[in-house]
């Protein structure tokens, strides 16, 4: 089984409809990440979760809300979805006990807003 | 401002014919540098930390660098399967990762 695995794979939605991405992890890492992927522009850094009770912006965060609701899953909520955020979503996790903590990712999620 | 360049954007190699992908960054404090593979539709799959200057790591066909302010990805007789796009991520004092736009590497039989 997958080690950080997200849900759904692939989503079609209209603008202006609410929609969640949800990510789990079986690693014990405490530390999760969302991050967008566009052509060109590489990874962009959504929100970020150093513990369940600690939640961070990143530096692209306007029209996205998080959810930390266990050590083990952070969901990624689209109030009202906008064409501009169709891309390739990816949740990542990381252990502070290692220092220099590397990011493991799921598998993403293809969003298109039409 | 914290910044990191990878050049060429893409390269196009014929299966065994050596190269170096490069990896140009500007970050304060910087504790370390990762080296990712992406394959197209999915997430990035780490390969290899380096922690300072001069430091070099393996894995197969694929060897890293570090200096102070860059890095590189050595490929040598590459392989069709070694097609994917390298990515590189500066680590700062901060905890914070700052991820380039990858090279798109693609090898001929």
């Known amino acids: 089984d997958a080690d950080v695995t997200q849900t759904p794979r692939n989503r079609i939605t209209k603008t202006g409809k609410r929609i969640m991405l949800e990510c789990s992890q079986t690693?014990?890492?405490?530390?999760m990440y969302w991050y967008r992927q566009d052509p060109g522009l590489g990874l962009r850094l959504i929100y970020y979760s150093f513990d369940v009770k600690d939640i961070n912006k990143g530096e692209i965060s306007d029209g996205y809300s998080v959810s930390r609701q266990a050590q083990a899953k952070f969901s990624l909520s689209l109030e009202s979805a906008i064409p501009n955020q169709t891309a390739l979503y990816f949740c990542?996790?990381?252990?502070?006990?290692?220092?220099?903590?590397?990011?493991?990712f799921g598998p993403g999620t293809r969003l298109t807003v039409l | 401002e914290d910044q990191v360049t990878q050049s060429p954007e893409a390269l196009r190699l014929q299966e065994g014919e050596s190269s170096s992908l490069n990896c140009s960054y500007t970050?304060?404090?910087?504790?370390?540098l990762f080296w990712y593979r992406q394959d197209p539709g999915k997430g990035p799959e780490f390969l290899f930390t380096?922690?300072?200057a001069g430091e070099e790591k393996e894995k197969e066909r694929l060897k890293a660098t570090l200096t102070k302010k860059e890095s590189f990805l050595h490929i040598t007789a590459p392989k069709p399967e070694d097609s994917a796009t390298y990515l590189c991520a500066p680590y700062s004092s901060a905890s914070k990762i700052i991820f380039g736009s990858g090279t798109r590497l693609s090898i001929r039989p």
């Open positions: 690693k014990g890492h405490d530390r």
């Open positions: 990542a996790t990381s252990d502070s006990r290692q220092g220099i903590d590397e990011q493991f």
């Open positions: 970050v304060s404090g910087l504790r370390g």
């Open positions: 380096l922690y300072s």
